[in-house]
C-alpha cells in the first residue's frame, strides 16, 4: 500500500502542474458547482493523481472524515484548504 506522504505527493503533483491554483483544481473537480467536493468527486480527483483504485475509496472517505468539518458529507472550499495546508506540513 502507498505510503501516506506518497499519496500526499501525488495529489500536490496534479493540483500543481495541472492547475494554475488550488481554486482553479477545486472548481475542476466540482463538477456540479455546488460549492463542494463530494466523495465521488474527491475520488475523480485521486484517480487524476494516479491513486491506485482499491487505495482512492479509502482516501477519500478518511479525506472527508478527517476534514468534513460542517458535517455535511463533503468538503467545501474552506475545509479543501485546510486540507491542502495539512498536507503540505505532512510531507515537509
Known amino acids: 500500500m502507498a505510503s501516506k506522504k506518497a499519496i500526499i505527493k501525488k495529489i500536490q503533483i496534479v493540483l500543481t502542474k495541472h492547475f ?6 477545486f472548481n475542476f473537480f466540482d463538477k456540479n458547482g455546488d460549492g463542494k467536493l463530494s466523495k465521488s ?3 475523480k480527483l485521486l484517480k487524476e493523481a ?13 479525506l472527508i472524515n478527517g476534514y468534513d468539518k460542517d458535517g ?8 479543501f484548504k485546510k486540507a491542502l495546508a495539512e498536507m503540505a506540513k505532512d510531507i515537509d
Open 50 to 62: 494516479e491513486i491506485s483504485g482499491f487505495i482512492r475509496g479509502l482516501v477519500g472517505s478518511t
Open 72 to 79: 455535511d458529507g463533503e468538503i467545501d472550499w474552506k475545509e
Open 41 to 43: 468527486e474527491i475520488v
Open 20 to 25: 494554475d491554483s488550488p481554486q482553479a483544481a
